[in-house]
Nanobody, 120 residues
Framework: QVQLVESGGGLVQTGGSLRLSCAASGRTFAVMGWFRQAPGKEREFVASIDWSRGRTYYADSVKGRFTISRDNAQNTVALQMNSLKPEDTAVYYC???????????????WGQGTQVTVSS
């Protein structure tokens, strides 16, 4: 069983940057993704990366601002977030893909989440 632990959240001003990290322990996996959930809203897909080929996929709302990457040696996946906006405020989660698709139903092994707050 894989365990995922997120870190790197915090408070930043509009236009600032944060780097989130997700450390994985346990079995190997194919695709890891980042999701976020704002207060009163459903959890939504942010980005994903194929562990072996490095292929990435992004939600339209973060394209050009966020970059997902992997460190095979450290078994971690990072999410570099630039040009942050107040609407990026949410709890960010990493998870593993269990079926083709990019909704909550296609991922499991959720981490505990890390809070990102962007002030205006």
């Amino acid at each position: 069983q894989v365990q995922l632990v997120e870190s790197g959240g915090g408070l930043v001003q509009t236009g600032g940057s944060l780097r989130l990290s997700c450390a994985a322990s346990g079995r190997t996996f194919a695709v890891m993704g980042w999701f976020r959930q704002a207060p009163g809203k459903e959890r939504e897909f942010v980005a994903s990366i194929d562990w072996s080929r490095g292929r990435t996929y992004y939600a339209d709302s973060v394209k050009g601002r966020f970059t997902i990457s992997r460190d095979n040696a450290q078994n971690t996946v990072a999410l570099q977030m630039n040009s942050l906006k107040p609407e990026d405020t949410a709890v960010y989660y990493c998870a593993l893909q269990i079926a083709s698709g990019y909704t909550v139903a296609h991922f499991n092994s959720w981490g505990q989440g890390t809070q990102v707050t962007v002030s205006s």
